[in-house]
T-cell receptor, first 111, second 112 residues
Framework: SQQGEEDPQALSIQEGENATMNCSYK?????LQWYRQNSGRGLVHLIL?????REKHSGRLRVTLDTSKKSSSLLITASRAADTASYFC???????????FGTGTRLKVLA | DTGVSQDPRHKITKRGQNVTFRCDPI?????LYWYRQTLGQGPEFLTY????????KSRLLSDRFSAERPKGSFSTLEIQRTEQGDSAMYLC??????????FGEGSRLTVL
């Protein structure tokens, strides 16, 4: 079963716009991670946020975490056509190192 | 290349045959994970190792699936008596204690 659920399932935006995708999860966690996957390829780690952190930045990425609502959001600013990919959140159940992935958001950035 | 490597990249087999996939993690990583992914879905957890110890195996896995990590280095995932429903991408990832997973490019299985 999936621990996380991303929303929306698909998102289409113009180059230069911001893209926001959300992740909800079910159990207490140690940390939450976001990954990107280009079609037919392996996943690439983007950012990790720990349960005691509320916001984290990396380049054009901003991640927030609300443990009271068991949710996270990933914001990609000034999107580029190369950002077209599927994005997944992954969470570990507290006390384990078992990472469970969500269903993903398929982002399409139009040039 | 010092990343995670998986072999073979593609495997086509007939229903009922056994298949084995190999994963070579990044050398200093002590954790190794196997996931299965079908088209349009997120990676589905199968099992993970810390060094040579298999710490958890998904209840979704039937007895036809087995994974090993001898000496805490490379890992193999074997599927016995393959079924068409086993067709998927099998992903391997490794990590240090920090938790960031490094994925290989996957092994795509097609069962005819």
């Amino acid at each position: 079963s999936q621990q996380g659920e991303e929303d929306p399932q698909a998102l289409s935006i113009q180059e230069g716009e911001n893209a926001t995708m959300n992740c909800s999860y079910k159990t207490s966690i140690n940390n939450l991670q976001w990954y990107r996957q280009n079609s037919g390829r392996g996943l690439v780690h983007l950012i990790l946020i720990r349960s005691n952190e509320r916001e984290k930045h990396s380049g054009r990425l901003r991640v927030t975490l609300d443990t009271s609502k068991k949710s996270s959001s990933l914001l990609i600013t000034a999107s580029r056509a190369a950002d077209t990919a599927s994005y997944f959140c992954a969470t570990d159940a507290q006390g384990t190192y078992k990472y469970i992935f969500g269903t993903g958001t398929r982002l399409k950035v139009l040039a | 290349d010092t990343g995670v490597s998986q072999d073979p990249r593609h495997k086509i087999t007939k229903r009922g045959q056994n298949v084995t996939f190999r994963c070579d993690p990044i050398s200093e990583h002590n954790r190794l994970y196997w996931y299965r992914q079908t088209l349009g879905q997120g990676p589905e957890f199968l099992t993970y190792f810390q060094n040579e110890a298999q710490l958890e195996k998904s209840r979704l896995l039937s007895d036809r699936f087995s994974a090993e990590r001898p000496k805490g280095s490379f890992s193999t995932l074997e599927i016995q008596r393959t079924e068409q429903g086993d067709s998927a991408m099998y992903l391997c990832a490794s990590s240090l204690i920090t938790g960031e997973l490094f994925f290989g490019e996957g092994s795509r299985l097609t069962v005819l």
